[in-house]
């Protein structure tokens, strides 16, 4: 079988009981940043996915409501380079939010994109249309794949990332793209998310 499809098939094979099982504390999560703070349970986002097309990203909300309109985002390509997105004493993160950004918990409902066929388990980070604009052509390699949950780069340094060393990485996983990979890189994600390295 060729990767893509042994990719699809893992992604429901554990994507599927991971969505099922999380379900209980998915409800008790949407509960608690209800009553944390006022706003919707879930941030949709318009991110970029495979082939270039734009979706709405899930994510459970961890910044008070419409703190994603305050954003500046780089000007230029050479500002990039150096760019960072997240901060520990960003003002605008919720008391909720930081435990699930610790946690990596505001990512689960991307499980259910997964089981969808939206997203993947493993792949590039999906990115914001203002931060794909600036790309060089060669960084559209990332959008020959799936974007995932997590990917490369996420084992590599998460948030202490720039997203140049970022972008590098995602594209030394297409280029390197294989089942051993993926099942590694899962791997290193449980550790690296109960080590909370790098968490933001």
């Known amino acids: 079988m060729s990767h893509p499809v042994v990719k699809r098939l893992l992604d429901l094979l554990l994507g599927l ?10 409800v008790v999560i ?11 349970v879930l941030f949709r986002q318009t991110r970029i996915g495979l082939g270039g097309r734009p979706f709405v990203m899930l994510k459970f909300r961890t910044m008070r409501e419409g703190a994603d309109r305050e954003w500046v985002p780089p000007r230029s390509a050479a500002e990039l380079e150096q760019y960072r997105f997240q901060s520990e004493s960003d003002p605008r993160i919720t008391r909720a939010g930081r ?24 792949g590039p980070r999906p990115e914001v249309p203002e931060v794909v604009a600036l ?16 990917g490369l780069a ?25 089942l051993g990979l ?9 550790l690296v998310v109960f080590s909370r390295r790098g968490a933001r």
């Open 17 to 26: 009981p991971l969505f099922l099982l999380t379900l209980p504390l998915a």
């Open 99 to 122: 435990f699930l950004r610790r946690t990596s918990l505001d990512e689960l409902p991307q499980l259910w994109q997964v089981v969808c066929g939206t997203m993947s388990l493993v």
């Open 135 to 150: 790309y060089a052509p060669e960084h559209h390699l990332r959008h020959t794949v799936k974007p995932g949950i997590t």
């Open 30 to 40: 949407g509960l608690w940043i209800h009553w944390d703070s006022p706003g919707p």
């Open 182 to 190: 993926d099942l590694w890189i899962l791997w290193k994600t449980l």
């Open 154 to 178: 996420q084992v590599q340094g998460r948030g202490e990332l720039t997203t140049g060393e970022a972008l590098r990485w995602d594209l030394e996983y297409c280029r390197r793209m294989s």
